[in-house]
């Protein structure tokens, strides 16, 4: 089990940037493919970007393309997600994710697919 906490989140205005942290415990982080989600009220909780163990494979929801990136740093335990271009429809809570992997190239985007899950961490984007 992958114990994950988020950081990061916070208010900032349409068109600007935030970089969310997710930390992970465990000393076998380079086994597992991570993601990010978020999810608004009265809504399911949605796919956003996904990085393989190996971290040579990303994959991201059609909507956050060209705007946010998510990277790993297996030598800290980290997962971040940086978002650029931000707009007030990205407002939600972003939840990290993991996923134990035997596949380096494993970018997993349904919820299921995915052991642990941290608290979430909100963002808002005013208008």
């Known amino acids: 089990q992958v114990q994950l906490v988020e950081s990061g989140g916070g208010l900032v205005q349409a068109g600007g940037s935030v970089r969310l942290s997710c930390a992970a415990s465990g000393r076998t982080f380079s086994s597992y493919a991570m993601g990010w989600f978020r999810q608004t009220p009265g809504k399911e909780r949605e796919f956003v970007a996904t990085i393989s163990r190996s971290g040579g494979f990303l994959a991201y929801a059609d909507f956050v393309k060209g705007r946010f990136t998510i990277s790993r740093d297996d030598a800290k335990n980290t997962v971040s997600l940086q978002m650029n271009s931000l707009k007030p429809e990205d407002t939600a809570v972003y939840y990290c994710?993991?996923?134990?992997?035997?596949?380096?190239?494993?970018?997993?985007?349904?919820?299921?697919?995915?052991?642990?899950w941290g608290q979430g961490t909100q963002v808002t984007v005013s208008s």
């Open positions: 994710a993991s996923k134990f992997s035997i596949n380096y190239y494993d970018t997993p985007r349904l919820q299921y697919e995915y052991d642990d």
